[in-house]
């Protein structure tokens, strides 16, 4: 079992940065891969960025360029710095955890509780 707690939501202006964290704790060393995703009101839950832990990184195309994910393996968290927000950046965010547990490898997910990020025009 996984347990994340996420922090750092908020509201901001247009241009302006936030930066979210994500405390991990449980079974840490299965975790695979963690990220963050999104939900605007009225759309599907989306992937913003994700960080396996060898290190590779992913981004969504929309914030490629702005957002940038990190890691502090000593805290087991995991950083979304967030820079030049626009208003379709508002979203509830939430942080992902993937693990693989066993030689299959059986594999599960696990999310926090969300954190709301606002951007106003």
């Known amino acids: 079992q996984v347990h994340l707690v996420e922090s750092g939501g908020g509201s901001v202006q247009y241009g302006g940065s936030l930066r979210l964290a994500c405390a991990a704790s449980g079974n840490i060393v299965s975790i695979y891969a963690m990220g963050w995703y999104r939900q605007a009101p009225g759309k599907q839950r989306e992937l913003v960025a994700t960080?396996?832990?060898?290190?590779?990184?992913t981004y969504a195309d929309s914030v490629k360029g702005r957002f940038t994910i990190s890691r502090d393996n000593a805290k087991n968290t995991v950083y979304l710095q967030m820079n030049s927000l626009t208003p379709e950046d508002t979203a509830v965010y939430y942080c992902?955890?993937?693990?693989?547990?066993?030689?299959?490898?059986?594999?599960?997910?696990?999310w926090g509780q969300g954190t709301q990020v606002t951007v106003s025009s």
């Open positions: 960080m396996t832990a060898p290190g590779t990184t």
């Open positions: 992902h955890a993937d693990e693989r547990v066993g030689v299959t490898p059986d594999q599960y997910d696990y």
